[in-house]
């Protein structure tokens, strides 16, 4: 095939495809011949731009020579090549698929028409469509991306059944809504949260994946485990707040329950060494807690959460000198009952103290009082309002 792109002017581009390209001599050609047999057939107005990410081989010459337009990412990553891309397209839908034809770019118009039919961001599902042999290692068929899909929509609620296909397609509008910022694999895992947190329009279609041709660039428990990591950064709410919660509840009630009324259990009255122990889970479970606050609030001052309602209500009764004078409270609480006890023991000539696990309990206090004073301080620093200058889409230069 020996078509070209014509030249259009910005508000002419319905489509634009982007490519990633890191050495795809073998593929980059075909890739781009189908993208542009399908602009012909549906007459679509589109652009084809291939992002090179530092290609040693003929993959740049042969993009330029079928009419794409290469634009150069010298800073190497998947994330990196196609925040590139994006930035330099002027379509009106951005359709992104990788350059190693394990995608059909010939069926570019089938989401280009659910973009037209209101779907603000579209992506492939291969497991409702085909997967040719060969294609798709055992262990990503049948477990990793299956759990993949699992964990993303557990903390995400994103509703997708192929989390990782690397062919979507999404509105400029939408693009800039989700605003990605991931430099690496873990690019296609954001747009699918960032989509969802946006609460824009999302759907799947099926699509075929095919054998790739050359080396295979994903590693599997490096880029699996980056994924998962990436997923739990973002998440503070599962891997902070609720497991949090629920051991600082267990703790709480415990240590109170053995300073109160110690239970007897088969005869024996639970000793010091469970007070200690429901004191520890307390403790444990106030820090995850309290990190769990300081990374949501980073999530939404570093813009990777849009807006966040339990933070709006926490800091519209949260200041300063509030988290300072509850901590102190609790410190002098808990210290004023310490003092009271060795008082006790004092005047006692120092004898049996039966006291110990009230003492447990009042040490807790003071601790927590004082994590809450410097929690305080901490998380007032990184409350603070930001420059809202734009992000850096990465630099580069075009040919």
Known sequence: MTCSIAPQSDSQ?????????????????????????AFRRHNINGEIIVCDNGSTDRSVEIARSLGARVVHQPARGYGNAYLKGFAEAKGKYFIMGDSDDTYDFSEIDRFRNALREGYDFVSGNRF?????????????????NHLLTFLLNLFF????????????????????KIRPVSTGMEFNLELAMRAAKARIRMTEIP?????????????????????VRFMLL????????????????????????????????????LGIIFSVFFSMLALLGYQLGTVGLCARTYSLTEKFEQNDRFLEVFYRYFQLEKGILLGLAMALVGLGVDIYILYRWIVGNFGPLYLDK???AALTLVVAGVQTIFFSFFISAMSLKKSNSPLKRGGGRQT
């Open 13 to 37: 581009v319905e489509v634009s495809v982007v490519m990633p390209c890191l050495n795809e001599e073998q593929t980059i050609g075909v890739c781009i011949e189908k993208a542009l047999e």
């Open 207 to 227: 699509i075929t994946l095919h054998p790739r041709a050359g080396t295979r660039k994903l590693r599997t428990f490096r880029d699996g485990w980056r994924s």
């Open 157 to 176: 609620r994103t509703g997708f059944k192929d989390v990782y296909c690397g062919m979507r397609a999404f509105t400029r509008e939408a693009y800039e």
């Open 234 to 269: 973002y998440s503070p709410t599962y891997v902070f707040l609720v497991p949090g919660g629920l051991l600082s509840f267990l703790g709480i009630i415990g240590t109170i329950w053995l300073a109160i009324a110690p239970p007897v259990i088969f005869g024996h009255e």
């Open 358 to 360: 009230v003492a447990v």
């Open 128 to 144: 409702q469509g085909r997967i040719l042999p060969g294609a798709m290692p055992w262990l990503h068929r049948y477990f990793g």
